[in-house]
């Protein structure tokens, strides 16, 4: 469907998945974080703003894993929280 136009809308938290599969990606936290191509957008610092928590981001060649940094997490005024999350974004 893109290769006729079509625009695609798709939501989902499988972070590593769009890194390997999308070439255009937008991240939202109440407004627009960030919007491009995921190499670009898919960095610690607008990851953590999207998700309020500190994130990790690994690449490998042209695999790029993405995973939450477990055990912390960002307050909404920026600072961290050390309670444990255990959501992880892993696989490739």
């Known amino acids: 469907l ?3 136009g079509v625009t ?3 939501t989902t938290h499988d972070l590593n998945w769009v890194a390997a ?3 255009w990606v937008i991240c939202i936290n109440q407004t627009l974080v960030a919007a491009g191509d995921p190499d670009a957008v898919f960095t610690p610092d607008l990851l953590g703003r999207t998700f309020n928590t500190e994130m990790v981001v690994l690449k490998q060649g042209d695999i790029t894993l993405i995973a939450e940094r ?3 997490t960002r307050s909404q005024d920026g ?3 050390t309670s444990y999350r255990k959501d992880v974004h892993a696989a490739h």
């Open 79 to 81: 600072g961290t929280d």
């Open 2 to 4: 893109h290769h006729q």
């Open 70 to 72: 477990v055990g912390v």
């Open 8 to 10: 695609i809308i798709m």
């Open 21 to 23: 599969h999308l070439h």
